[in-house]
């Protein structure tokens, strides 16, 4: 009998704490996707809302692709230029978006749009991963998208991890 009971506390135990670990996650999760009500430099708005980070190697760099939801409130058109997207990490390096392949330099919203799937790419040295990293979404607004713990991404080329979070 005492060891029945035992037994369903460490159970109910081992489940608490199961659920609490599944809660926060979740939490980070949706913090992580919120959406941002962002401003240009001209001051225009629009809203941003991060769907996934995906890192992978290629040759002696890594990428970083954020994949990213904008959406335009107003009724006109709102063009926004790929380099005021910046990549910033611990040591206030500063990484410009790949304008090569499908990315074009200019990304046009139209009036009431919303662009579902836009994609950021950067080229970054792998020391980047040593402690956070942020996205420069507008006119002075970072973007927390990678946790102060460092990441030691063991990949070989050409490998990519996708993440939801920001403790990555």
Avoid: C
């Amino acid at each position: 009998m005492v060891v029945k009971r035992l037994l369903l506390i460490v159970l109910l135990v081992i489940a608490a704490l199961l659920g609490a670990l599944a809660w926060l996650r979740t939490k980070e999760a949706h913090t992580f996707s919120r959406p941002y009500r962002v401003h240009t430099f001209t001051g225009t708005n629009y809203v941003l809302q991060l769907t996934s980070t995906t890192v992978g190697r290629v040759h002696t760099n890594y990428v970083v692709i954020l994949a990213a939801r904008l959406e335009n409130p107003n009724p006109f058109e709102v063009l926004l230029q790929r380099d005021w997207f910046v990549l910033t990490d611990h040591d206030r390096d500063y990484y410009l978006p790949s304008t090569n392949g499908t990315q074009t330099a200019l990304i046009r919203l139209p009036p009431h749009g919303v662009l579902e799937r836009e994609l950021f790419s950067y080229t970054v040295p792998g020391d980047t991963f040593a402690g956070t990293l942020a996205f420069l979404a507008g006119h002075q607004y970072f973007v927390l998208i990678k946790s102060r713990h460092p990441y030691r991404p063991e990949m070989g080329d050409g490998r990519f991890v996708t993440f939801h979070r920001r403790d990555w």
